[in-house]
């Protein structure tokens, strides 16, 4: 049976059995874990061998959002509390060195812990730049304002992430900085214009789709935003949209890595879920994203989407195998992310006025 074209969500901390058998029978590219699914260390390795074993596939990816701050799915006592983005970014700004290693060490120590765990992929870096209007939905995991300091930040995170042996994904694609409203609750509209736009939310993107320093190629795998951007698609967000999947994702941005939805349960988008995930689809994306283990609505979006087949499945074949494992000294890696993280969260990461 063919691999389909969707990555999944579950209930909770194990697997019912009609999750097993829905598993086995649909087969999705991969599953994405939330905090609800995330107890303790060995109940998560427990379930991410139930999930390989219900699909028949030991490499079936497993993915997870770990950005520290607000958005951390593994949490105390377990797990660290990683600082936010944007506190990063605050301490590139009074010393770029500083910042810059500790963008690597984040990455570094959060793919050790994933790794551990048998997790595969981080919804990570967040590339979207943060403006005074910027939603809080987004805010503090967003690097800054700036492009370069996004892309010169991201750039060293993904390298660490890398480095633990964990595949990024960059979000949200094409940026959501400009949203002023929550696309978990409703659904976004961008004025700016096209020129505008391409030089700044674009920009982090085409930059880090692309080979940079210490990457050898382009980021494997991109989420898309559900927002509208007027100057190209005044009807559809941009994970419903061809137009903006085309022309700027794939267009101006030149990303032709592994495109995924993200999360078709949120609000902003309307219709049923299996319109959803058809509409996704049929506008660019090689993959449907659904996290909330609703199982009606996970079985609509299996119904919806085609088997993983064609460019698509050359995509995602070859973003499994981005990442290479390094050795890294992890003792002494705690011990400078830990001096580092403390100074960045006496930091306000709006710092002030945004630069």
């Given amino acids: 049976m063919a691999t389909r074209s969707f990555i999944t969500g579950c209930a909770g901390a194990v697997l019912s059995d009609a999750e097993r058998a829905f598993l086995r029978d649909t087969d999705p590219w991969g599953l994405i874990l939330f905090a609800r699914n995330c107890e303790t260390p060995d109940q998560i390795r427990t379930l991410v061998a139930d999930f390989r074993d219900s699909v028949g596939r030991a490499d079936a990816p497993v993915l997870i ?8 799915r593994l949490k105390p006592p377990h797990w660290p509390d990683y600082p936010a983005a944007g506190r990063i970014g605050r301490l590139y700004d009074t010393d770029p ?5 500790a963008a690597w060490l984040h990455g570094r120590l959060i793919g050790e812990d994933l790794y551990g765990l ?6 990570l870096p967040c590339l979207d730049i943060r403006t005074p209007e910027t939603h809080a939905a987004i805010g503090d995991r967003s690097f800054g304002a700036d492009p370069a300091r996004i892309v010169a930040l991201a750039e060293a995170q993904v390298r660490g992430l890398a480095a633990a042996g964990i595949a990024p994904v960059m979000k949200h694609m094409p940026g959501h900085g400009r949203a002023t409203i929550d696309s978990h609750f409703e659904l976004p509209v961008v004025g700016s214009d096209r020129d505008e736009l391409e030089r700044t939310d674009f920009a982090p993107f085409r930059q880090m789709a692309a080979p940079s320093i210490g990457l050898p190629t382009g980021l494997p795998m991109g989420m898309t935003a559900h927002v509208v951007y007027e100057a190209i698609d005044k009807a559809a967000p941009a994970t419903l949209s061809y137009e903006v999947i085309d022309a700027i994702i794939r267009g101006s941005i030149g990303f032709d890595g592994l495109l995924m939805s993200d999360d078709l349960s949120m609000q902003a988008l309307s219709g049923s879920l299996d319109e959803r995930a058809r509409g996704a689809i049929a506008a660019g994306c090689d993959l449907a994203l659904h996290c909330n283990g609703n199982a009606a ?11 993983l087949t064609g460019r698509a499945a050359e995509r995602a074949a070859t973003a499994l195998r981005f990442a290479a494992r390094q050795e890294t000294d992890l003792d002494a890696a705690r011990r400078e992310f830990e001096a580092l993280a403390e100074k960045a969260r006496s930091l306000d990461p709006a710092g002030g006025p945004v630069s």
Avoid: F, K, N, S
Wanted: glycine content about 14%; aromatic content about 0%.
């Fill in 97 to 101: 060195d500083e910042g810059l290693h």
């Fill in 65 to 72: 959002d770990q950005e520290g701050g607000r958005v951390q």
């Fill in 297 to 307: 609505e996970m079985a609509a979006v299996a119904e919806a989407v085609p088997h």
């Fill in 118 to 123: 048998g997790i595969t992929v981080d919804c």
